[in-house]
């Protein structure tokens, strides 16, 4: 489904990602673990398309498609979706109308009516209610004043209704304390499912411990330093980072 | 304010001191004669004569600016003396040797190196005394870079092209009425031209002293970085300490050419009045850089002196790329009066310019801030950003901040920030019951205050800087 | 002197000729003098710096005379005493409660005369604002509301003035007195619209008065559309404690210019100023605001937003002024713009004048392109840039109308904003 291919990327003048190689297929959970800076949530913008992050080179292949050749909105309508690590907020804009608005693009990208009104409601409020959010949350700014977990409800909530086909998490876990980190794990292990990849970028391993990948990669100074099955999280959460950098030096 | 804070802020005005040279100066008046009398004395060519007279038409009719955020007694023209120098200057000296050893003194005991030999003459200097520039060190130094440092004078006679060429390309005769008297009567200043790709060897700088009483200092600056050259100026003035109000009209212009880089550093310590608010400078300046493709032009200030400032260096950025920035310090204690500030003007594309305006206002002074950002329909992704920050020690002083912001580009992105605070007795307090004395809090607190716009200022400068600021401040806090 | 003057004079002198009233012809007359002498505005005029008045010059302005027939702005189900004045006479009013009484200017009895006098002498004596003392030459109507004491009012008082279409090349002057008393508590709408096609030049002036401890929440809506030319001001005085909440929009017409003068008088003032501007087409819409801290401990806040589209022109003019004894005051400014076309464009001047040290004051303004993380988010989730800087427009506006505390006043609003921004079926109102 997604196949990075020597992919090299810089934010300002800065060289973040250096040769960086993934293999996803659909079915798949892939977690990139790795210490503060390696490029973890780079990696996740950089696929999304955001502006400033520069791809200086190679490849990232998505369902057939050079995902670069993009726009940001297109991806996202291809169906890669982004989980942010800091939702924004948008005061102004109700959280109602901002779900509708992408729900509508993405459906229309793929041929399909736009949901009426009544029934884009209907829909909002149940998956509201499956992740734990209050109702009058539908009628607030976009993660206007929302805590830290009622942001990251947010994103899964979105989640929920775009269907996308590649989820990428930025450190979904961080600022969650266990209560809410089992909500959305739930609510995102209840995504997994054989057409669906997911890629779980985190720092800590007690994420992986309610979302089990498949894989685990462990990124370092740009790039996929070791490759490996659950038990690399494991070893990970034991013996820290320090031994990655005497590995790649 | 409480009278704690207000023994804090006496001080002596340190360069107050007068020198005992003998002067030529003209009888007081402006006319037509006065100009051709000052245009003969410095021995001009017809062409320079004519671009003063032009000026001096302009000028009869215009009116003197009033929109400025200051109070005071209009200047009478015809009272004051428009060109006076050290008799000893009537035959130029060839050489710094052949100056009058009394001028070098003056500056000597000003801190400013005459002799090259001297630790700190990493600095070339032009020295301005009165109407005439005394000498000028290092130019062979320079000389050999490819560089022109020397006074305007020399400049109009050796270089008449590039003087031709680049006067009044900034700003123009007719700018405003100060400039335009400028433009008539101006007696000396410093010229500068550094050619492509040189980066200047040394930092220049013009040191101006106003000693004669009842005459009028205005002088004109000219600058030009051609391609790719790079150069840092400072510049410095004093005045002795007088009951009547002295002019001060300058005009500086700049051109930074293609991928040039000027930094321009002014320390202005004119002398602010007494107590009373009696006597000082009025400081009427106009300054302006024209900013061409990628080059910069940065202004720092810190201005301390007079007792009326009207100043607002400028940057017209009129090159794709261009930069401007202004870092400005303004500091007004007793009765001084300051309206200061900037405008920056942006035409090109992907302009960018900086403000950092900090006010410090102390007694029962006056300071503004003025400032104009315009981005034209040209100015396509540009920015701007400012922050004006006003100080306010005791209650009987006035601090103001008029930015006019004015844009007719949707790409271009302007941010202005203001903010005031003050100098508490609660503050003080603290400080004293920790063991330092109030003098030295103010001095902290202020210097703080003023930190980003001191790291802009060239290394010997910041520390000169910091010491005015308290010497300024002495006796403040009441 | 301009035009307008001269066509002035006539109106000021017949509208002289036509009363027995000494007092008002001679209040009337002083405020032509100060009219007349007045240098019309140019350029170099500071406070007209950026809003030329060409547009008054070019019509043979007459005084109105009371014909026309309009509806103005109706609030539905709202429940609400309204006032209507159809240009810039009241026909009709709802009952009113007790502790509020409704005095006019054109109606008044000896005993209202005299009130009258006392009244408008005390106010804006030393005004010289061009379009107010033009208002005081040029008064032919006064609207005065007065909250005794103590009233707490449960429904809002709705001043809907509009302009009819008989009311083509007139022009408007009209003056709205508020009094809140003591402890009372009071929301006051005031609506501007029109029914006319025609040319139409309105000069209303409000003036609040706030007692001490009094309460107002004030809308100020100005939403006249087509050939209008809005001059007017509002001047608010607040006592000891009193609490003013106001609320300014304004769009459509081809000027729309308004002073807004605050001044606090009592200790313990508090000021919530909010404003909204949204110029397309060519139109041209100045805000200049003035808070006046005359006194300690009072608290001012104030936001202004606007978005100007196409040719269209905003000026904006914030000043705060602490005077010499106002130490401890709060006071804050926000003004941010947005440019949605190169032909557009705007002035912004946020000012500070301060005399007093022991005070918080601060302001900001920018001119600039929303938030890029902002628009990221939007494009993240799929949605198309050009919709979705249609959205974050909308909320950039949005933000100031969700605050507001009368659920139909922003009912009213919303739709006008959303027409404004109706690219975009997104911004389809969803429960």
Same mark, same amino acid.
């Given at each position: ?5 020597n ?12 040769g ?16 503060n ?6 990696l ?6 955001r502006a ?23 991806r ?12 924004v907020?948008?005061?102004?804009v ?8 992408s ?7 793929r041929?399909?009516e ?7 409601i209907?829909?909002?409020?149940e ?10 949350? *539908? ?16 994103? *899964?909530?979105?989640?929920? *209704? ?8 930025d450190?979904?876990?961080s600022?969650?304390?266990i209560?809410?980190l ?5 609510g995102?292990?209840?995504?997994r ?5 997911m ?12 979302i089990?990948?498949?894989?685990v990669?462990?990124?370092?100074k ?28 | 304010?409480s ?13 107050g001191w ?8 003209i009888?007081?008046g402006?006319?037509?004669d ?13 062409w ?13 009719e ?12 209009k ?11 050290p008799?000893?200057?009537?035959e130029r ?13 003056t500056y000597?005991?000003l ?9 700190l ?6 020295m301005?005394?009165d ?21 305007i ?6 270089y008449?092209?590039?003087v031709?060429k ?22 000396d200043g ?22 004669e ?7 004109r ?11 840092s ?9 007088r009951?009547?109000?002295q002019l ?7 051109v ?16 602010p009045?007494?107590e009373?608010g009696?006597?000082?400078?009025f ?50 204690s007793n ?35 003025r ?24 209650d009987?002083c ?7 912001i ?5 790409t ?6 203001a ?5 508490s007795?609660?503050?003080?307090f603290?400080?004293q ?20 716009v001191?790291?802009?200022?060239p290394?010997?400068f910041a520390?000169?800087a ?13 | ?6 066509q002035a004079?006539?109106?000021h ?15 009337r ?7 007349s ?5 140019t350029r170099k ?9 060409r ?9 109105a ?20 004045l ?7 009013h709802d009952?009113?409660?007790?502790g509020?009484?409704?005095?006019l200017l054109s ?6 005369r ?11 004596? %030393? ?10 030459a040029m008064?032919?109507e ?10 707490v ?12 279409s ?8 009209v003056?709205v007195?508020?009094?809140? %008393?003591?402890?009372a ?7 501007f619209s ?11 002036v ?27 001001s509002?001047?608010?005085s ?21 002073d ?6 009592g ?9 909204v501007?949204l ?12 808070l ?5 401990h009072?608290?001012?806040s104030e936001v ?6 196409d040719?269209?022109k905003?000026v ?16 804050e ?7 949605t ?6 002035d ?15 302001h ?12 990221f988010?939007?494009?993240a989730? %799929? ?11 909308f ?12 659920a139909p006043?922003r009912?009213?609003l ?8 109706a ?9």
């Amino acid at each position: 489904m997604l196949k990075i291919d020597n992919l090299a990327a810089q934010v300002e003048d800065k060289v973040i990602l250096r040769g960086l190689n993934l293999d996803v297929k659909a079915g798949e959970v892939h977690a990139i673990m790795g210490p503060n800076g390696a490029g973890k949530s780079t990696l996740g913008h950089v696929l999304a398309g955001r502006a400033g992050y520069e791809v200086t080179g190679g490849s990232a292949d998505f369902d057939g498609q050079s995902l670069f050749d993009l726009e940001p909105e297109e991806r996202a309508q291809a169906g890669l979706f982004l989980a942010f690590q800091y939702p924004v907020e948008i005061p102004g804009v109700s959280n109602m109308e901002f779900l509708k608005a992408s729900v509508d693009a993405v459906r229309a990208s793929r041929g399909q009516e736009a949901l009426s009104s009544m029934d884009f409601i209907k829909l909002a409020r149940e998956k509201c209610q499956a992740v734990d959010l209050p109702q009058d949350f *539908l009628k607030r700014g976009v993660n206007e004043g929302f805590s830290g977990g009622e942001k990251k409800r947010n994103e *899964l909530l979105q989640m929920m *209704l775009l269907e996308p086909k590649l989820c990428i998490l930025d450190e979904t876990d961080s600022g969650l304390d266990i209560d809410a980190l089992q909500v959305v794990a739930n609510g995102v292990n209840a995504l997994r499912s054989p057409d669906r990849a997911m890629i779980v970028v985190t720092h800590y391993q007690r994420l992986l411990d309610y979302i089990v990948p498949d894989y685990v990669h462990v990124l370092a100074k740009g790039k996929i330093v070791k490759s490996g099955g659950r038990e690399l999280a494991l070893e990970l959460e034991k013996q820290g980072y320090g031994w990655i950098d005497e590995e790649v030096a | 304010m409480s009278e704690n804070i207000d023994q804090y802020l006496k001080s002596e005005y340190a360069a107050g001191w007068t020198t005992d040279v003998e002067s030529l100066t003209i009888p007081p008046g402006l006319n037509e004669d006065v100009i051709r009398l000052i245009s003969a004395k410095k021995q001009e060519p017809e062409w320079m004569l004519e671009w003063r007279l032009q000026a001096f038409r302009a000028w009869l009719e215009m009116e003197e600016p009033n929109w400025a955020h200051v109070k005071y007694a209009k200047p009478d023209f015809q009272s004051l003396s428009y060109y006076s120098s050290p008799k000893s200057m009537e035959e130029r000296p060839k050489s710094l040797d052949e100056v009058d050893p009394e001028l070098l003194r003056t500056y000597e005991k000003l801190g400013i190196p005459v002799h090259e030999q001297e630790v700190l003459a990493g600095v070339a200097v032009d020295m301005v005394f009165d109407s005439v520039s005394v000498g000028t060190t290092f130019r062979e130094k320079l000389k050999d870079a490819g560089v022109i440092f020397c006074s305007i004078s020399e400049a109009i006679q050796e270089y008449p092209e590039l003087v031709k060429k680049y006067l009044g390309s900034v700003v123009p005769q007719k700018d405003n009425f100060y400039a335009a008297l400028n433009s008539a009567v101006f007696s000396d200043g410093s010229f500068v031209y550094i050619p492509k790709g040189v980066r200047c060897p040394m930092e220049l700088s013009t040191y101006f002293r106003i000693n004669e009483a009842k005459t009028g200092q205005f002088e004109r600056t000219l600058l030009i970085a051609d391609e790719g050259s790079h150069v840092s100026y400072l510049e410095g003035c004093t005045a002795p300490m007088r009951d009547e109000n002295q002019l001060h009209a300058a005009v500086v212009e700049l051109v930074a050419l293609d991928d040039a880089e000027i930094k321009y550093s002014t320390v202005q310590n004119w002398y602010p009045g007494n107590e009373e608010g009696e006597g000082g400078i009025f400081n009427f300046v106009t300054k302006r850089g024209m900013a061409h493709n990628r080059s910069k032009i940065s202004w720092t200030q810190v201005e301390t002196g007079s007792a009326v400032t009207w100043k607002y260096p400028s940057c017209i950025l009129k090159g794709d790329d261009s930069i401007g920035e202004f870092y400005s310090v303004a500091l007004t204690s007793n009765y001084q009066q300051a309206d200061t500030g900037t405008k920056m003007i942006h035409l090109g594309k992907n302009t960018r310019s900086t403000i950092i305006a900090k006010g410090i206002s102390a007694k029962r002074s006056e300071n503004a801030y003025r400032g104009l950002v315009r981005m034209n329909p040209g100015a396509e992704g540009a920015r701007n950003y400012t922050q004006c920050d006003s100080l306010l020690i005791g209650d009987q002083c006035g601090a103001h901040t008029f930015p006019y912001i004015e844009s007719k580009n949707p790409t271009a992105v302007i941010e202005h920030e203001a903010t005031t605070s003050k100098v508490s007795d609660d503050q003080l307090f603290l400080c004293q019951q920790r063991g330092i004395d109030p003098e030295k809090a103010v001095s902290m607190i202020v210097n703080g205050f003023c930190k980003e716009v001191f790291k802009e200022l060239p290394m010997e400068f910041a520390v000169e800087a910091g010491k005015l600021l308290e010497v300024s401040l002495e006796g403040a806090v009441g | 002197m301009a035009v307008v003057s001269m066509q002035a004079q006539n109106a000021h002198q017949q509208l002289q000729a036509a009363t027995d009233w000494n007092w008002l012809s001679n209040w009337r007359a002083l405020g032509w003098e100060r009219f007349s002498n007045t240098p019309w505005p140019t350029r170099k005029t500071e406070d007209w710096k950026y809003t030329p008045l060409r547009s008054l010059t070019n019509t043979d302005w007459q005084l109105a005379a009371p014909s026309g027939d309009a509806q103005g702005v109706d609030f539905d189900d709202w429940s609400r005493m309204t006032l209507t004045l159809v240009d810039g006479q009241l026909v009709d009013h709802d009952a009113l409660p007790e502790g509020v009484s409704v005095r006019l200017l054109s109606k008044a009895d000896a005993q209202t005369r005299g009130d009258f006098e006392q009244r408008l002498s005390r106010t804006l004596a %030393g005004e010289r604002q061009l379009f107010n003392v033009f208002n005081q030459a040029m008064l032919t109507e006064a609207v005065w509301i007065e909250i005794a004491p103590g009233t707490v009012l449960d429904k809002p008082l709705h001043l809907n003035q509009v302009i009819s279409s008989a009311a083509t090349e007139r022009v408007i002057p009209v003056r709205v007195l508020v009094d809140v %008393g003591d402890r009372a508590e009071a929301t006051l709408v005031e609506t501007f619209s029109n029914d006319a096609s025609g040319a139409v030049f309105i000069n209303p002036v409000t003036e609040l008065q706030l007692a001490a401890n009094a309460r107002l929440r004030h809308y100020h809506l100005l939403l006249e559309e087509g050939d209008v030319r809005h001059l007017g001001s509002v001047h608010a005085s607040l006592g000891g404690y009193a609490n003013l909440d106001s609320f300014h929009m304004a769009l459509g017409g081809t000027l729309k210019r308004k002073d807004l003068v605050v001044e606090h008088n009592g200790s313990g003032a508090e000021l919530t100023l909010n404003g909204v501007y949204l110029p397309r087409g060519q139109e041209h819409i100045d805000y200049h605001t003035t808070l006046e801290h005359c006194v300690p401990h009072c608290t001012s806040s104030e936001v202004f937003r606007g978005i100007v589209a196409d040719r269209a022109k905003a000026v904006f003019n914030g000043r705060i002024h602490i005077h010499k004894d106002a130490q401890k005051t709060l006071a804050e400014l926000s003004n941010k713009n947005l440019l949605t076309s190169h032909q557009a464009e705007v002035d912004t001047k946020p000012e500070l004048e301060i005399y007093a040290d022991d005070v918080k004051c601060a302001h900001g303004a920018t001119v600039a392109q929303r938030d890029d993380s902002a628009l990221f988010y939007f494009l993240a989730r %799929g949605i198309r840039r050009e919709e979705a800087e249609v959205m974050l427009n909308f909320a950039f506006i949005n933000e100031l109308l969700d605050g507001l505390a009368d659920a139909p006043v922003r009912d009213l609003l919303q739709p006008l904003l959303r027409e404004r921004f109706a690219q975009g079926a997104a911004l389809e109102p969803l429960a």
